[in-house]
């Protein structure tokens, strides 16, 4: 008999992809026979990348890995499980504030599939204060994002924001 795959799926907004981002996925990679890393649109956030530009960058820094891939999604996360087949979400946890919002998240999807099971991993130590929306307003200043990016992502940064400032 074929063994059942086992699909983990990591979703998230991805705004843009940080090290800290790239280091859940690498760590991930050994929990699951296939990880897929899928991008809400996340409209309600105003995203500075819009998906497919997000899409291009992850697609980009995952190229070396055989057993991810990324894709988009819309709508519940819930129904983009049940169309892979995935019963596992991964989701990162840093600061204990990150704590509240993905316990609530965690709580809604198990209830509206019992099935799923979201699963946390610990950041690294060194990732523990890197987000997004940090690396915009470090990157939007003129700072140097090269600690907290991928040189790829630092470049995307830069070309973005010289772009909306030229406009
Ligand atoms: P979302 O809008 O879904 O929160 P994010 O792109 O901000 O999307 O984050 C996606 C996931 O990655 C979340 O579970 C978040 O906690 C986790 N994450 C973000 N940054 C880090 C980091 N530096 N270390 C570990 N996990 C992280």
């Not at 983009?80 to 704590?99: C, E, N, P, Q, W």
């Amino acid at each position: 008999m074929a063994k059942v795959k086992h699909i983990g799926v990591y979703p998230g907004t991805f705004d843009p992809m940080t090290r800290g981002h790239l280091d859940i996925i690498e760590r991930g990679l050994n929990l699951f026979d296939q990880l897929i890393v899928a991008v809400a649109g996340s409209q309600s956030k105003s995203p500075l990348f819009d998906v497919d530009e997000r899409l291009e960058i992850i697609g980009e820094e995952i190229k070396g890995y055989g057993n991810v891939r990324v894709e988009g999604f819309d709508g519940l996360l819930i129904e983009y499980m049940r169309k892979k087949k995935a019963r596992t979400v991964l989701r990162g946890l840093r600061v204990i504030s990150d704590f509240e919002y993905e316990f609530q998240m965690a709580l809604i999807n198990r209830k509206l599939d019992p099935g799923v099971e979201t699963v946390f991993m610990m950041t690294a130590e060194n990732y523990a204060a890197v987000s997004s929306r940090f690396i915009k307003e470090i990157a939007r200043l003129g700072g140097d994002v090269g600690a907290f990016v991928t040189p790829g992502v630092a470049g995307r940064l830069k070309e973005k924001y010289e772009r909306l400032k030229g406009q």
